[in-house]
């Protein structure tokens, strides 16, 4: 079946600190790969997205990832976290094939800035 | 964005009784997609739908549970006799096509069994 794998549980980083989140899918042909935010109480935001081309992808609030076909990795990356960067992350797949229209997600990670 | 609305944001409901969740897609989307989140977990698909098509149930469990989406009004989950393992947040999204290339997703509904 395919899943999603995201490390940790819970992060807690101090302020200007750097942020890497793991991601990893199960094989399954062409992906495409997706970051959402979910800040307290709101409705999931899209990050960034990989369909093709560079894998290192910029997405928005200074947010990167990067596709790492042979680990099948989609790592969320910032240099320096704020405060508000607090919420939960989740990694989502999007397989090629029947139901590609579906994401598969990971379980998310909570990540809890300290000012 | 607060394109994708969802209604209500919080709905208790006792065992035994039906609950409604709604979803009104962004303007000029006609595909909706159903997600649950259960407690520690990340979203699982559930139904997929355009306007008065059910195109992909199959992440439904196969009883007391159905969706619809009409061609005028919001899509509808509805759950029949909930239990206290109905309890979840369930989001909705919306898209112009097929596929979550430009989906949107809502706030979600966080329903919970008593």
């Known amino acids: 079946a395919q899943s999603v794998s995201q490390h940790n549980h819970h992060v807690i980083l101090s302020e200007a600190a750097s942020l890497e989140l793991g991601c990893n899918y199960s094989?399954?042909?062409?992906?495409?790969l997706f970051w959402y935010v979910q800040y307290p109480g709101q409705h999931l935001q899209l990050l960034l997205k990989?369909?093709?081309?560079?894998?290192l992808v910029k997405g928005i609030k200074g947010f990167e990832a990067e596709f790492i076909k042979s680990k099948f990795s989609f790592n969320l990356r910032k240099p320096s976290v704020q405060w508000s960067d607090t919420a939960e992350y989740f990694c989502?797949?999007?397989?090629?094939?029947?139901?590609?229209?579906?994401?598969?997600f990971g379980k998310g990670t909570k990540l809890s800035v300290i000012p | 964005n607060a394109g994708v609305m969802q209604n209500p944001r919080h709905l208790v409901r006792r065992r035994g009784q039906e609950a409604r969740l709604r979803c009104s897609p962004m303007k000029g989307h006609s595909h909706v997609y159903w997600y649950r989140q259960l407690p520690e977990e990340g979203l699982k698909f559930m139904v997929y739908l355009q306007k008065e098509n059910i195109i992909d149930e199959s992440g439904m469990p196969k009883e007391r549970f159905s969706a619809e989406f009409p061609k005028e009004g919001p899509s509808i989950l509805r759950i029949q006799q909930v239990v206290r393992g109905d309890s979840a947040a369930y989001f909705c999204?919306?898209?112009?096509?097929?596929?979550?290339?430009?989906?949107?997703f809502g706030q979600g509904t966080r329903l919970t069994v008593v």
């Open positions: 999204a919306s898209s112009p096509g097929e596929g979550h290339t430009e989906a949107f």
């Open positions: 989502a797949v999007q397989y090629s094939g029947a139901g590609s229209y579906q994401l598969t």
């Open positions: 990989y369909f093709s081309g560079d894998p």
């Open positions: 094989y399954g042909g062409t992906v495409n």
